[in-house]
Nanobody, 120 residues
Framework: QVQLVESGGGLVQAGGSLRLSCAAS????????MAWFRQAPGKQRDLVAS???????NVADSVKGRFTISRDNEKNTAYLQMSSLKPEETGVYFC??????????????WGQGTQVTVSS
């Protein structure tokens, strides 16, 4: 079983910055791809950024140049550095990760989410 714990959310003014963290813990063989999703009130959960274990990163077009995803494999932790934040980027940010369990199977997990509120 894997637990993903997000942190770093909060209230920020438009144009400000936040850095989110997602730490994986529990019993697993390895952590694979990690990703961040955003869910605004009443809307679907959308992919914001993803990163492979070999640090190949992708970010959504809407956040390119402003958001950066990174990871520390030794800490099994992913980060999302967000800058020039916009009010429409308010929502709950969820971490999602693939894990190879001890028995060898692969499974994806979700964190509980961290609230990001961008005020205008």
């Amino acid at each position: 079983q894997v637990q993903l714990v997000e942190s770093g959310g909060g209230l920020v003014q438009a144009g400000g910055s936040l850095r989110l963290s997602c730490a994986a813990s529990g019993s697993f063989f390895s952590i694979g791809d990690m990703a961040w999703f955003r869910q605004a009130p009443g809307k679907q959960r959308d992919l914001v950024a993803s990163i492979t274990k070999t640090h190949y990163a992708n970010v959504a077009d809407s956040v390119k140049g402003r958001f950066t995803i990174s990871r520390d494999n030794e800490k099994n932790t992913a980060y999302l550095q967000m800058s020039s934040l916009k009010p429409e980027e308010t929502g709950v940010y969820f971490c999602n990760s693939e894990a190879r369990e001890m028995r060898g199977t692969f499974k994806r997990y979700w964190g509980q989410g961290t609230q990001v509120t961008v005020s205008s």
